[in-house]
């Protein structure tokens, strides 16, 4: 299941990461999911899990505005419009399944398949920024969890 996920990720990059592009471009046709089926079409022989692809693209989609409250404050160096839309993608994929989990993902494979995703396709210094951009937001999601126990 583990190396299904992983390519289950790099499809929903891929796709979140075309919406995002198109979307920034005001592409009148954008539809997201005709974006998620061309790119589970391409892979649909090798992905069992195709429900947690369109679970986890649909969510990020719905759900931007709250994701990006979530991560933009810890990229305080960087302006949304500085940061490659790869890693934007990428970033807003991580921060979605820590905040929404999908059934047994665990925070810690959230997090290191999006550094593995930022060494694959963002650049030099992405899995960095993404690592310490993703630690920061788990810390802050723990903390308020823990304060929401009190």
Same mark, same amino acid.
């Given at each position: /299941?583990? #190396?299904? *996920?992983?390519?289950? *990720?790099?499809? #929903? /990059?891929?796709?979140?990461?075309?919406?995002?592009? @198109?979307?920034?471009?005001? !592409?009148?046709?954008?539809?997201?999911?005709?974006?998620?089926?061309?790119?589970?079409? =391409?892979?649909? &022989?090798?992905?069992?899990?195709? &429900?947690?692809? @369109?679970?986890?693209?649909?969510?990020?989609?719905?759900?931007?505005?709250?994701? &990006?409250?979530?991560?933009?404050?810890?990229?305080?160096?960087?302006?949304? !419009?500085?940061?490659? /839309?790869? +890693?934007?993608? $990428? $970033?807003?994929?991580?921060?979605?399944?820590?905040?929404?989990?999908?059934?047994?993902?665990?925070?810690?494979?959230?997090? !290191? +398949? #999006?550094?593995?995703?930022?060494?694959?396709?963002?650049? !030099?210094?992405?899995?960095?920024?993404?690592?310490?951009?993703?630690?920061? =937001?788990?810390?802050?999601?723990?903390?308020?969890? $823990?304060?929401?126990?009190?």
């Amino acid at each position: /299941m583990a #190396a299904n *996920r992983h390519l289950g *990720r790099i499809v #929903a /990059m891929q796709a979140l990461y075309e919406y995002f592009v @198109r979307s920034s471009l005001k !592409d009148p046709n954008l539809a997201i999911e005709d974006i998620s089926a061309r790119a589970l079409s =391409v892979h649909k &022989d090798n992905i069992q899990d195709t &429900d947690f692809v @369109r679970a986890v693209i649909k969510g990020v989609v719905d759900k931007q505005e709250e994701l &990006d409250k979530l991560w933009l404050p810890f990229a305080t160096n960087w302006p949304l !419009d500085q940061i490659p /839309m790869v +890693e934007v993608s $990428i $970033i807003r994929l991580a921060v979605y399944e820590l905040k929404f989990p999908y059934q047994d993902v665990p925070y810690k494979v959230a997090i !290191d +398949e #999006a550094v593995e995703l930022a060494k694959q396709f963002g650049g !030099d210094n992405a899995a960095k920024f993404i690592n310490g951009v993703l630690g920061s =937001v788990y810390k802050s999601l723990f903390t308020q969890e $823990i304060k929401a126990k009190k």
